[in-house]
């Protein structure tokens, strides 16, 4: 049952991948404003950027309340084998597990493609060096972009909103909100963990900075 989960996961994301993202469609979809903010999420073959690789990205756009303007696109990067067999034991388990091994060897996607892709669906919504990335630990997506997308890192502003760092200050604050955020599932797919960032920051939101009269 697994095992067809994965197939059917990985056909799915293969036809979205390839999927054109026209620009008129979006600007009907969406707000061009500073006040964007562009959610990215990668999975790599390991944590050290100066030897591992991008193997997926997914990026959606939310206005400044985290209401979800546009969904884009989520991509797999194809990889050699031997990079693949160089992962990891962490990361051979749950990039394997989750069918990630699979999509990429099947897909024909570069990482010229992809950062290509990605930024021109930023364009539509996010005016240059104004919007934040935003994310679970962002800081080390911004890592590998900086290395392996810089056109696409220069377009965007140098500050991020990193979710942990809420987390981690509600943790010590208030543990009782805490224990009570949203659970993670830790699917470590791309698409799916922006969405859990998404539905965190907005409970931490709702929590802690609400609009009061002084």
């Not at 962490?90 to 999509?103: D, M």
């Not at 990482?111 to 240059?128: G, N, T, V």
């Not at 911004?142 to 140098?158: A, E, Q, V």
């Amino acid at each position: 049952m697994y095992k067809a989960y994965n197939l059917l996961r990985l056909n799915c994301l293969k036809s979205y991948s390839l999927r054109k993202y026209s620009s008129t469609r979006h600007k009907q979809m969406g707000t061009h404003s500073s006040n964007n903010i562009v959610w990215i999420d990668l999975e790599m073959t390991g944590l050290n950027v100066e030897r591992d690789r991008i193997i997926e990205i997914a990026c959606i756009i939310t206005d400044s309340e985290l209401n979800i303007t546009a969904k884009g696109p989520n991509l797999i990067l194809h990889e050699p084998d031997s990079v693949l067999e160089s992962m990891n034991e962490w990361c051979k388990k749950h990039h394997l597990q989750t069918g990630l091994v699979g999509a990429v060897k099947e897909s024909r996607i570069t990482l010229e493609q992809a950062e290509k892709e990605i930024l021109d669906f930023i364009k539509l919504y996010c005016p240059p060096k104004t919007c934040p990335m935003a994310g679970n630990s962002i800081y080390m997506d911004r890592l590998f972009i900086s290395k392996y997308m810089p056109t696409m890192n220069d377009y965007l502003h140098y500050r991020v909103i990193d979710v942990s760092t809420i987390k981690e200050l509600c943790k010590r604050w208030n543990n009782i909100a805490y224990s009570s955020a949203p659970p993670k599932r830790l699917v470590h797919r791309a698409l799916d963990d922006i969405l859990e960032s998404i539905a965190e920051l907005t409970y931490y939101k709702k929590k802690f900075f609400q609009t009061t009269t002084l």
